[in-house]
């Protein structure tokens, strides 16, 4: 198929806050070696900032090295934490804990990370930076000495059976030297470079979270501006990793979320179920009489930390922000990281294109040039926190003050991980867990919260939740399993129906919300997340 094709100096994979931060600084770099240099960025949301979701409580230290007049240039950091506050809840009551180090905010701002981007895509369009949104990279293209030749975005307009629509369009090929992939979590195109390039050879694998956020519109009385309260405990049970956030913003707004570890074993939890029991507890519950729900998401995170860090670089481009795993886990943070490692690969890029203006060059420098920042020391120091909790709770927690206090991040160990994937049960030795259901005040289904997310796709596609093999849901999953893909996804895409006598899985790809839960848990890793047409899936605002 004949495509048309663009030519950058460098592409960017993914509006995120380590895109947009590598972009900017690249465009900064070249204005102060009055170079030229082409940088653009593709999105697949329908803007940059749809598709974004976090907490999310920012530490501005990339952003004040990034732009130290933030400020002045309207950047919407509004809300300064002002009380920080951390509980264990048992199922009737809340008892106040030590905030741990990690999770002090001080000098950190509550903030809405989407229309954070959205201020950072305005910094980088006025840079010189060329951002295309609605544009998703569906294939990663390759110079004939197997170095990265950039990327193509999907075609538009295929009917479900792959054919050509009537108003088909073939996607763009966009050429660059350097080609860099900030995809955010389990990015797609950068699992297969992973396989190509055998960048996670000698590394620990990649462990992960769901979070389950809502924004609701609360009471005045009831809203305390600045106030940050994270939770452990209840209605985890003490071998299962989980916790809450509520943050309260401005305007009387709210952010409520769960975050459940994908390495949980009963086959029966939903952690959107846990997030629904969550809020009505009664320490959390009170916030909420007389709120109104605004807006639903869900997405997973990296959690593997400094020993799940993958080989970052490969001829033709390299790997930042989440995509690389760069989330400190224990200070629930990844955006300043994330933009950090933007920064950093934007300067390897800039020497090396100064000095070899040729595609296809591997900028092993920036590896180097991210050992020697803040970044690495601070993911350091936090390594062994998170596996820790393969213990349990109180193990965790004993281990994680010890850590913090005595060793201060130094110990001369470091902990293991284990895939995600591996670790459920058979249903046969777990208990069924019954959840109460939904209220339509406080708790409520997923299809009802689907419709708050905004999500869209255009049915007449190819469905891009792909089966390697259509008899494993049924075979395994439902025999064994007793089908867990219709509990932890957050959306309702998967459903077992009967048809003529028989047991199927039913996909409803249009109600994806694009978390990639399901490319990370599925037990026998049979279901492969692949882009849908550009464009699609969540419209998130102010998430």
């Not at 949104?133 to 004939?144: I, N, Q, T």
């Not at 452990?232 to 071998?239: E, F, I, L, Q, Y």
């Not at 990370?520 to 419209?539: A, H, L, M, R, Y």
Request: net charge negative.
């Amino acid at each position: 198929m004949e495509r048309e094709a663009m030519e950058f100096d460098v592409v960017i994979v993914g509006g995120g806050p380590s895109g947009l931060a590598c972009a900017i600084r690249l465009r900064q770099l070249a204005a102060e070696q009055g170079r030229e240099l082409s940088v653009c960025v593709l999105e697949k949301g329908s803007e940059v900032g749809a598709h974004i979701l976090s907490g999310a409580v920012l530490e501005p230290r990339a952003l004040n090295e990034l732009m130290p007049d933030w400020k002045e240039k309207g950047a919407p950091l509004n809300t300064p934490v002002t009380d920080d506050r951390f509980l264990f809840l048992t199922e009737t009551r809340a008892v106040r804990l030590p905030t741990p180090p990690t999770m002090h905010n001080h000098g950190n701002y509550i903030v809405s990370l989407g229309n954070v981007c959205r201020w950072l895509a305005q910094q980088a369009e006025a840079a010189g930076v060329d951002i295309y949104p609605g544009f998703a990279a569906s294939e990663v293209l390759y110079h004939e000495d197997g170095s990265v030749k950039g990327v193509a975005t999907g075609d538009m307009g295929r009917a479900k059976d792959g054919s050509e629509g009537p108003n088909f369009a073939p996607g763009m090929e966009l050429h660059a030297k350097q080609t860099v992939f900030a995809e955010g979590c389990r990015g797609s195109l950068t699992k297969t470079l992973f396989e190509r390039f055998r960048l996670r050879d000698g590394v620990e694998p990649q462990v992960y979270g769901l979070g389950i956020k809502e924004l609701w519109e609360v009471q005045p009385d009831r809203h305390h501006l600045g106030r940050v309260t994270h939770t452990v405990g209840w209605p985890m049970d003490t071998a299962t990793y989980g916790g809450s956030f509520c943050y309260h913003l401005e305007d009387n707004l709210v952010v409520i979320g769960f975050v459940v570890g994908l390495n949980y074993t009963n086959p029966y939890l939903s952690p959107f179920e846990e997030m629904q029991r969550f809020k009505t507890h009664p320490a959390i519950r009170d916030t909420f009489e007389g709120a109104r729900r605004v807006s639903y998401g869900a997405r997973a995170i990296s959690a593997g930390g400094f020993q799940s860090i993958p080989k970052m670089t490969f001829p033709g481009g390299l790997l930042i922000g989440d995509t690389a795993g760069l989330l400190n886990v224990p200070k629930i943070k990844g955006s300043h990281t994330a933009m950090k490692s933007g920064m950093t690969a934007a300067e390897a890029i800039f020497e090396l294109l100064r000095a070899e203006d040729e595609p296809g060059k591997e900028a092993v420098d920036y590896p180097h040039r991210l050992k020697n920042t803040w970044l690495w020391d601070e993911l350091y120091r936090v390594r062994n926190i998170k596996p820790s909790f393969h213990w349990g709770l109180w193990p965790a927690m004993a281990y994680s003050a010890l850590d913090s206090y005595v060793f201060r991040g130094k110990a001369p160990w470091t902990l293991h991980h284990h895939p995600d994937h591996e670790s459920l049960k058979p249903a046969a030795q777990c208990k069924e867990i019954v959840y109460p259901k939904p209220d339509g005040v406080l708790t409520f289904d997923r299809l009802s919260s689907v419709f708050l997310s905004n999500t869209n796709h255009e049915e007449d596609q190819p469905c891009h939740l792909t089966l390697k093999d259509d008899t494993v849901p049924t075979r395994l999953n439902l025999a064994v399993y007793a089908g867990p893909e219709q509990r932890y996804c957050p959306a309702g895409v998967y459903e077992f129906v009967t048809e003529a006598g028989e047991q199927k899985l039913r996909i409803n790809a249009q109600n994806c919300v694009h978390c990639k839960t399901c490319d990370i848990k599925d037990p026998s890793q049979n279901i492969n997340w692949v882009t849908p047409e550009g464009g699609g899936g969540p419209n998130y605002p102010n998430m």
